[in-house]
């Protein structure tokens, strides 16, 4: 049964659970359920005692802190109107985090998770089907040969991902890996039938992992296994070294060798990186490119940052002066180099307060699901935050959203 107090917080927890299912299916869905609870937190009284939950969680206020700081910011940005999107794509910052910290349950986890490995399912079956033939490629699996933008984003037939961008899909892909695996090895009690029915999702992730283009995903994925292999042997870490390299050499050079597609992302990255002086125009070119240029932009003004809005003027400076050949960009995929030219050090400091402190109620907490996903999660996402601001995009900043809330809540 739902866990709940009263008629509100029955609500909350149902419009929680759809959250959870639609985030990977559908941006409307996931958006109607989450700004529904809201709204409804917002304007069903009882503001004081609110008010305080919010107030006596830690993680709640470093997220609003954080928020705050994006604010404080406009005061020293030109461009106001992009200033507002940034502020904008951070609401969730201000609200969603501090709000739902205080009215999810540890309780329903398995209701939330449930909902969201169903929907992962759903959306894995679509891409096999595409993969396979039996249906036409739709949304973000485009048809036709394998392309690749000016950004370095692939399309194509190829890259069978049709409700979300491989830049996201495969991150997703990997968190439910980990979720089964980790469901799995930490049962204490499982049917035979429901355990062989996990391990053969795990493998159709874990599958279904190398026929798309994902990279940072995939490396998510290694640090899934590495993870994993810690907690599980957390009594012996030498079995836990030797473990995750086993698993990890098998399944790279069994990727290496039958997938087409990682096969070649794995050649074309090295070769990015090798013919980077002579070739910038390439996926990882971009993005190394990106990189020094928002340095370059940050030690200008490396305690307060440029402001909140004004990263796309000021870049574009830098860009035509140092790599003209390069387009510019409005943010620089790499959300540590986002924060710390937008809001300098003082901005990143708020910014990773809440990594830090996710990081301490998970090790404190006795709950082996609050231990293992509270951290495992955090990881995952300082690991991947190098190649792409995913904090920023819908989808992946409401999964690091939507699993913060019940994993760090306090009831």
Same mark, same amino acid.
């Given at each position: 049964? #739902?866990?709940?107090?009263?008629?509100?917080?029955?609500?909350?927890?149902?419009?929680?659970?759809?959250?959870?299912?639609?985030?990977?299916?559908?941006?409307?869905?996931?958006?109607?359920?989450?700004?529904?609870?809201? #709204?409804?937190?917002? !304007? @069903?009284?009882?503001?004081?005692?609110?008010?305080?939950?919010?107030?006596?969680?830690?993680?709640?206020?470093?997220?609003?802190?954080?928020?705050?700081?994006?604010?404080?910011?406009?005061?020293?940005?030109?461009? #106001?109107?992009?200033?507002?999107?940034?502020?904008?794509?951070?609401?969730?910052?201000?609200?969603?985090?501090?709000?739902?910290?205080?009215?999810? /349950?540890?309780?329903?986890?398995?209701?939330?998770?449930?909902?969201?490995?169903?929907?992962?399912?759903?959306?894995?079956?679509?891409? %096999?089907?595409?993969?396979?033939? !039996?249906?036409?490629?739709? +949304?973000?699996?485009?048809?036709?040969?394998?392309?690749?933008?000016? %950004?370095?984003?692939?399309?194509?037939?190829? &890259?069978?991902?049709?409700?979300?961008? =491989?830049?996201?899909?495969?991150?997703?892909?990997?968190?439910?890996?980990?979720?089964?695996? &980790?469901?799995?090895?930490?049962?204490?009690?499982?049917? $035979?039938?429901?355990?062989?029915?996990?391990?053969?999702?795990?493998?159709?992730?874990?599958?279904?992992?190398?026929?798309? +283009?994902?990279?940072?995903?995939?490396?998510?994925?290694?640090?899934? #296994?590495?993870?994993?292999?810690? $907690? %599980?042997?957390?009594? @012996?870490?030498?079995?836990?070294?030797?473990?995750?390299?086993?698993?990890?050499?098998?399944?790279?050079?069994?990727?290496?060798?039958?997938?087409?597609?990682?096969?070649? /992302?794995?050649?074309? +990255?090295?070769?990015?990186?090798?013919?980077?002086?002579?070739?910038?125009?390439?996926?990882?070119?971009?993005?190394?490119?990106?990189?020094?240029?928002?340095y370059e932009l940050f030690k200008d003004s490396p305690l307060i940052?440029?402001?909140?809005?004004?990263?796309?003027?000021?870049?574009?400076?830098?860009?035509?002066?140092?790599?003209?050949?390069?387009?510019?960009?409005?943010?620089? =995929?790499?959300?540590?180099?986002?924060?710390?030219?937008?809001?300098?050090?003082?901005?990143?400091?708020?910014?990773?307060?809440?990594?830090?402190?996710?990081?301490?109620?998970?090790?404190?907490?006795?709950?082996?699901?609050?231990?293992?996903?509270?951290?495992?999660?955090?990881?995952?996402?300082?690991?991947?935050?190098?190649?792409?601001?995913?904090?920023?995009?819908?989808?992946?900043?409401?999964?690091?959203?939507?699993?913060?809330?019940?994993?760090?809540?306090?009831?």
């Open positions: 049964m #739902i866990t709940h107090e009263n008629p509100i917080d029955r609500i909350y927890q149902y419009l929680l659970i759809a959250a959870f299912f639609f985030l990977p299916l559908t941006v409307v869905g996931n958006n109607i359920a989450i700004w529904l609870i809201t #709204i409804i937190f917002i !304007f @069903s009284g009882n503001y004081k005692v609110k008010l305080q939950k919010i107030i006596n969680h830690k993680l709640a206020v470093a997220s609003i802190i954080f928020f705050l700081v994006h604010v404080l910011a406009l005061v020293w940005t030109e461009n #106001i109107s992009w200033g507002l999107e940034i502020i904008r794509k951070m609401l969730p910052f201000l609200l969603v985090l501090p709000i739902f910290l205080t009215i999810s /349950r540890i309780q329903n986890s398995k209701y939330y998770i449930a909902a969201f490995l169903l929907a992962i399912f759903i959306s894995e079956s679509l891409s %096999y089907m595409i993969w396979l033939g !039996f249906i036409e490629p739709f +949304g973000h699996a485009s048809g036709g040969t394998l392309s690749t933008d000016a %950004y370095g984003t692939i399309s194509g037939m190829s &890259n069978p991902t049709p409700l979300m961008s =491989h830049v996201s899909y495969n991150p997703f892909l990997a968190f439910g890996f980990y979720l089964v695996v &980790n469901k799995i090895l930490s049962a204490k009690e499982m049917k $035979q039938s429901e355990r062989v029915l996990y391990t053969f999702f795990a493998f159709t992730m874990a599958f279904n992992m190398f026929i798309t +283009g994902g990279r940072a995903g995939q490396v998510m994925f290694f640090c899934a #296994i590495i993870v994993i292999s810690f $907690q %599980y042997f957390k009594g @012996s870490q030498v079995k836990a070294i030797i473990t995750s390299i086993l698993v990890s050499v098998v399944i790279l050079l069994s990727a290496y060798s039958y997938s087409d597609m990682f096969h070649n /992302r794995v050649n074309s +990255g090295f070769t990015d990186v090798v013919n980077f002086e002579e070739n910038r125009k390439t996926s990882v070119g971009y993005r190394l490119t990106f990189l020094i240029n928002s940052g440029v402001g909140t809005g004004d990263f796309p003027a000021e870049y574009e400076k830098v860009n035509l002066a140092t790599s003209p050949e390069v387009p510019a960009t409005v943010q620089p =995929h790499n959300m540590y180099m986002l924060v710390l030219s937008q809001l300098g050090i003082i901005g990143l400091i708020s910014f990773l307060w809440i990594f830090f402190l996710q990081f301490q109620i998970a090790l404190a907490s006795k709950n082996t699901l609050i231990n293992h996903v509270g951290v495992a999660m955090p990881i995952f996402f300082l690991v991947i935050m190098w190649s792409d601001s995913y904090l920023l995009g819908h989808f992946t900043s409401n999964l690091f959203i939507l699993f913060s809330s019940f994993i760090y809540s306090n009831r």
